[in-house]
């Protein structure tokens, strides 16, 4: 039987704008899975903390052109490498995907770089998943946001009276829901709501 010389990548990306979004602190993630082991994980900064450029989806773009950098710097690219894109935001993908035009001043520039990007991959399609299937790309962005307040503890004065309350996190200890050091109201109703709803937190 002759091997198959074909390389499967799987890449999931996440981003994030804490603790508003937009105008907070934009951070990314993203894992490259390679014939179902991990190649590459990545986390960082999207862009400047709290300037109008500042968003979630500037963040999601940025992990995901980051991901496509690394496989062309890479040389995953060619024929014989198929290359699955996953998100779970819908907005990026379906741009993606030709299904949602693109208007976002912030977004336009980088929507041409990801697809800059793609026409140097020979085999690529990009899928949306659910939240609940993207949570190593999703931890590593907030990892990120974590470690940036860690790093500039002059922040944490600006950032306080966004975080989430005493009650709100004797709640998600309740619900047995791990939750980041620094997170938000916003982010912890939404944890809260999910987990009610029976959407879990991983």
């Known amino acids: 039987m002759v091997e198959s010389d074909t390389e499967n990548i799987e890449v999931y990306f996440d981003g994030a704008c804490e ?28 862009c400047e903390p ?11 773009y940025t992990a995901m052109i980051k991901a496509l950098e690394f496989m062309v710097k890479n040389g995953l690219c060619g024929e014989s490498v198929h290359v699955t894109v996953k998100g779970d935001s819908q907005l990026t993908i379906r741009q993606m995907n030709g299904v949602y035009a693109v208007r976002a001043p912030r977004i336009i520039p980088l929507f041409k770089r990801a697809k800059g990007l793609t ?5 690529i399609r990009f899928v949306w998943v659910p939240r609940e299937q993207n949570g190593v790309a999703d931890d590593l962005s907030h990892q990120a ?31 047995k829901i791990k939750y980041d050091k620094y997170i938000s109201k916003r982010e912890a109703s939404r944890l809260i709501r999910r987990k009610l709803e029976g959407g879990g937190n991983e």
Do not use: C, W
């Open 145 to 175: 946001y974590t470690e940036y307040v860690d790093m500039h503890p002059e922040i944490r004065d600006k950032i306080v009276s966004y975080g989430a309350t005493e009650k709100q996190k004797a709640f998600m200890d309740r619900l």
């Open 19 to 46: 603790p508003v979004n937009p105008g907070g602190i934009a951070t990314f993630g993203f894992v490259i899975y390679k014939n179902g082991e991990t190649l590459k994980t990545e986390k960082g900064l999207a």
């Open 119 to 123: 026409k140097k991959i020979k085999n």
């Open 50 to 60: 709290f300037s109008s450029y500042a968003s979630n989806n500037v963040a999601e």
